[in-house]
């Protein structure tokens, strides 16, 4: 079974400034993906960025990027630039393709930004 | 991008009534959808695994029959919770695999149910 560790319970970035949340996992599988997602006050489920475990490249969408250590089984999101609308719930996923493509969520960190 | 439309978003209702939630994938098809269930400043635990024509997987610890899942088409899974109670009260969500190598999942926008 997959687990998700995110260490950090809440953090704090004043605008403009850049954070970084940490994410570990534990698997036995070579083939997957993780996945970071904003969850706002509104709660809904917004997908931040993904990575596929097989590109040793690390994703980077606009403001955000990852950095992914494979051996390490590590996936920190790295927020630049940190506007208030970056305010949210962060939930890191693991995905396993050979189990129904379920996620496997981290217990969240809340980022406040700070004007 | 693919949406999915959960409704209601909200519902109060008395302890030992039934409540229907719906999950709707609006612009593909879903042959399998996920349910969860997130209580306050927690995660998002998964409740089921939603298959359309067959039975629905649930995860341990989840009652099959206080939380009945159906998914009769492509598009359209339920989650009723039968016999409500107010432990019951909770933040659940479905959210389905996209159709391109199911890589991402698209999320509906939840519904709070208030058991009273």
């Known amino acids: 079974a997959q687990t998700v560790t995110q260490s950090q319970p809440e953090m704090s970035v004043q605008e403009a400034e850049t954070v970084t949340l940490s994410c570990t996992y534990d698997?036995?599988?070579?083939?997957?993906?993780l996945f970071w997602y904003k969850q706002p006050p509104s709660r809904q489920m917004i997908l931040v960025i993904r990575?596929?475990?097989?590109?040793?490249q690390n994703a980077t969408e606009n403001r955000f990027s990852v950095n992914f250590q494979k051996a390490a089984k590590s996936f920190s999101l790295k927020i630049s630039d940190s506007q208030l609308g970056d305010t949210a719930m962060y939930f890191c996923?693991?995905?396993?393709?050979?189990?129904?493509?379920?996620?496997?969520f981290g217990k969240g960190t809340k980022l406040s930004v700070i004007p | 991008g693919a949406v999915v439309s959960q409704h209601p978003s909200r519902v109060i209702c008395k302890s030992g009534t039934s409540v229907k939630i719906e999950c709707r994938s609006l612009?593909?098809?879903?042959?399998?959808m996920f349910w969860y269930r997130q209580f306050p400043k927690k995660s998002l635990m998964l409740m089921a695994t939603?298959?359309?024509?067959?039975?629905?997987?649930?995860e341990q610890g989840v009652e099959k029959d206080k939380f009945l899942i159906n998914h009769a088409s492509l598009t359209l899974s339920t989650l009723t919770v039968t016999s409500a109670h107010p432990e019951d009260s909770s933040f659940y969500i479905c959210?389905?695999?996209?159709?391109?190598?199911?890589?991402?999942?698209?999320f509906g926008q939840g519904t709070r149910l208030t058991v009273v």
């Open positions: 959210s389905a695999p996209s159709m391109a190598g199911h890589t991402e999942a698209f």
């Open positions: 698997t036995s599988e070579n083939n997957y993906y």
């Open positions: 990575q596929e475990a097989y590109k040793q």
């Open positions: 996923a693991f995905m396993n393709p050979r189990v129904s493509y379920q996620l496997t």
């Open positions: 612009d593909f098809q879903a042959t399998t």
């Open positions: 939603s298959n359309e024509g067959s039975k629905a997987t649930y």
